[in-house]
T-cell receptor, first 111, second 112 residues
């Protein structure tokens, strides 16, 4: 699986959009980008995933660059409950059985 | 649905003791897995199973055994606990037709 690079930490004001970047320059053609988050040592929670098109669901939007070497997770209106560690993971459709977690980005939403 | 459940929530062991961490899911998912998370680190895959009777090793399998006799249950066994196995253990499951993995609440293990 391709490796990912994320900033260690980020701050975001409550109510503003949180934009979390991820670099995955060695991603292969059949590999997806997944985002999970972990709130205060709870089990990780799935957020969104995509292959090459931008994706949106009720939680977030995922923007993948045209060359697929990087992506951005967008939380449109961050709340205090969004404070968590966010993990960007790259895995193939079959390999998504085996997720490789890095250290992620610690997002702190500030009142 | 209860989702993915794990027991116990917290356990203290002495070095050399054995124990089994329980994991169950009620979503009829074929795929189940075990991860460990050490302080300040991401999760690392220990073992996984793609269906009843089928298991395989992940990134850090040493010191752990698994079996999958039913679709619902995937226990993780520590045969002889070591302080290096102090960690938080997460179980996860996934349907073969979906992309989402569902994680349990975790078991916090302290080995003295």
């Amino acid at each position: 699986d391709a490796k990912t690079t994320q900033p260690t930490s980020m701050d975001c004001a409550e109510g503003r959009a949180a934009n979390l970047p991820c670099n995955h320059s060695t991603i292969s053609g059949n590999e997806y980008v997944y985002w999970y988050r972990q709130i205060h040592s709870q089990g990780p929670q799935y957020i969104i995933h995509g292959l090459k098109n931008n994706e949106t669901n009720e939680m977030a939007s995922l923007i993948i660059t045209e060359d697929r070497k990087s992506s951005t997770l967008i939380l449109p209106h961050a709340t205090l409950r969004d404070t968590a560690v966010y993990y960007c993971i790259v895995a193939s459709g079959d390999g998504s059985y085996q997720l490789t977690f890095g250290k992620g980005t610690k997002l702190s939403v500030i009142p | 649905n209860a989702g993915v459940t794990q027991t116990p929530k917290f356990q203290v062991l002495k070095t050399g003791q054995s124990m089994t961490l329980q994991c169950a899911q009620d979503m009829n998912h074929e795929y189940m897995s075990w991860y460990r998370q050490d302080p300040g680190m991401g999760l690392r895959l220990i073992h996984y199973s793609v269906g009843a009777g089928i298991t395989d090793q992940g990134e850090v399998p040493n010191g752990y055994n698994v079996s999958r006799s039913t679709t619902e249950d995937f226990p993780l066994r520590l045969l002889s606990a070591a302080p290096s196995q102090t960690s938080v253990y997460f179980c996860a499951s996934r349907d073969s037709l979906e992309e989402t993995q569902y994680f349990g609440p975790g078991t916090r293990l302290l080995v003295l």
